[in-house]
């Protein structure tokens, strides 16, 4: 069993930047696919990033160039830097691993491990 904890959300202002921490504990995840999601209100779970345990990284088009998900093995920690946020990324973020996957995934169903998630709030 892998237990995630996120933490690093808050409210910001428009512009400006956070870094999401989720912490992994239970198992070492260095061999684990990691990713994050985020949901707001009434919407599914939207992919938002992912990383290899070679440190592949993914993201979604609508982030590419602003956020940057990284990993500490030694720490069991995966970041996720969000930068030049904007209304529309106010969501809960949610941290996910997957041990069964070679390969990084942008479907929520393909893991089995998630966090509780942190709120971002991002203010105009």
């Known amino acids: 069993q892998v237990f995630l904890v996120e933490s690093g959300g808050g409210l910001v202002q428009a512009g400006g930047s956070l870094r999401l921490a989720c912490v992994a504990s239970g198992r070492a995840v260095g061999r684990y696919v990691m990713a994050w999601f985020r949901q707001t209100p009434g919407k599914e779970r939207e992919f938002v990033a992912a990383?290899?345990?070679?440190?592949?990284?993914d993201y979604a088009d609508s982030v590419k160039g602003r956020f940057a998900i990284s990993r500490d093995n030694a720490k069991n920690t995966v970041y996720l830097q969000i930068s030049s946020l904007n209304a529309e990324n106010t969501a809960v973020y949610y941290c996910?691993?997957?041990?069964?996957?070679?390969?990084?995934?942008?479907?929520?169903?393909?893991?089995?491990?998630w966090g509780q998630g942190t709120q971002v709030t991002v203010s105009s």
């Open positions: 990383i290899s345990y070679g440190g592949s990284t």
């Open positions: 996910a691993a997957s041990g069964r996957m070679a390969w990084m995934s942008r479907r929520a169903s393909d893991y089995e491990y």
